[in-house]
Nanobody, 126 residues
Framework: QVQLVESGGGLVQAGGSLRLSCVAS????????MGWFRQARGKEREFVGG????????TYTDSVKGRFTISRDNGKNTVYLQMNGLKPEDTAVYYC???????????????????WGQGTQVTVSS
């Protein structure tokens, strides 16, 4: 069982930056691929990006490429989502998710993930 707790959300003006963190419980964090998803009001939850167990080959959805960066610190059981150049359309609740896997390729579908955090709100004003 893994528990995930996100933090770092808030209100920011367009063009600004935020850094989200997701801390995982347990001793086996390095066995998990980690994903970031977001859900805007009235829309389905969507994949933002993810990182495999080793921290290599982060993957991003096209709309955030070049603006968002995912990294992880296995020693701190933490995955990060650095968001730069924020746009109003980035406004959503952001969730981190975990899947125990040693695959190189990062899972991108919601159904691939076994554990979810409670989410943190990101609001970008124009």
């Amino acid at each position: 069982q893994v528990q995930l707790v996100e933090s770092g959300g808030g209100l920011v003006q367009a063009g600004g930056s935020l850094r989200l963190s997701c801390v995982a419980s347990g001793r086996t964090f390095s066995r998990y691929a980690m994903g970031w998803f977001r859900q805007a009001r009235g829309k389905e939850r969507e994949f933002v990006g993810g990182i495999n167990w080793s921290g290599a080959r982060p993957t991003y959805t096209d709309s955030v490429k070049g603006r968002f960066t995912i990294s992880r610190d296995n020693g701190k059981n933490t995955v990060y989502l650095q968001m730069n150049g924020l746009k109003p359309e980035d406004t959503a609740v952001y969730y981190c998710a975990a899947k125990q896997t040693f695959t190189v390729v990062v899972p991108t579908a919601l159904r691939d993930y076994d554990y979810w955090g409670q989410g943190t709100q990101v609001t970008v004003s124009s």
